[in-house]
């Protein structure tokens, strides 16, 4: 294996390779490709995201954010449809993020809730053919936080343009990476194929109600970055294989939230203030070392929190940070309690779950 291949490679896998390893020097060398590669990662976000904050306005940070994150995942994985076919899920995915975010804010909260789980669980359900691969989490952190950041006028026009900037970078990288894949795969073969039988139809189903629910609860009763309540249940939610016991997350995910809230809180208080925009880059260099889910709570926080302190102070952000997640898991686990009870009396899920396991 050469340097450049060694980049390619998830932290898991670094770390198991480094498990292995029998000497000090090759040990060495994948340390230092994890490194380099957290370092690149961040550098290119740096740069990717504030080129296009600085073309379309600061306030479509957020889409340029989501872009950024499709297209590190679209390098390696593909939406398992002819080339055609994925291409207009692309698109079909970025004219649901521009539009509903926005949409949902001027309407009742029954329509909300029905607009809400109708558009996440499309873009579940076309992007998301093997949960394992992590598109569930990927789209569905896309979905809650431009919901957390809607545009009006205006800006929302730059943000469409914005999004069809993205589309084509996205579409080239699909293309080179992914254009002699299931080509012979099309997508009403998906749609003839669905049933609540598959387990991961199950799954996105579970989601879609589980995030809908929680995003128009927390727009309704005004939760202040209500969409940090959103990030916390579809985060328990989208574990996969499906399971009714989301336990392990939710305190997984408290763990985590407030370890990182508390290292930031001290952090934030000690150094410098000319030193404190660089806490985000420090939280995105930590997460490329992370492979335990409650490391990766706790550094996501560290970037979170610098964005909010501007606004709420650092105590108020933390303590929002905080409550936001404690709402957010417990939403999360009534939701998968309440599911597993409804679709119990009418599937049998415990076959199929044992054998997503094994595949898993």
Known sequence: MNFYQALQMDPSVL??????????KEKRFYWVAMALRSVLIVAFAVLFISTLSHFFGQENTPLAVALFCFLLGIRFVNFEYCMKD????????LFILVLVPSIVTMIPAF?????????????????SQRPELGNGRLYSFAYVYLSGNPVYGAVLEKRAMLALVGYMICAIVLYRKHRQMHTKVRFHHVILHFNLHNIVHLWQLRMAIGVSLVLTAGQFFGVERFMWMGFACASLLSEYPYSENVSGRFSQRIIGVFAGSGIFFVIFSIIPESFH????VL???????????????????IGALMLATSIYGVQGAVVLRIVDTILGVIFGVIVA????KWIGVKFDTTKQTSQANEEA
């Open 15 to 24: 770390k198991r390779k480094i498990a292995q390893c029998n000497t000090t």
């Open 86 to 93: 994925s291409l207009i899920t692309l698109a079909i995915t």
């Open 111 to 127: 329509a909300a809730l029905l607009l809400h789980f109708v558009s996440f669980f499309l873009i579940i359900f076309i992007t």
């Open 277 to 280: 925009s660089i806490l985000g």
């Open 283 to 301: 939280g995105g260099l930590c997460l490329g070392f992370c492979t335990d889910y409650r490391y990766k709570a706790a550094c996501n926080c």
């Open 337 to 340: 309690f309440l599911f597993h």
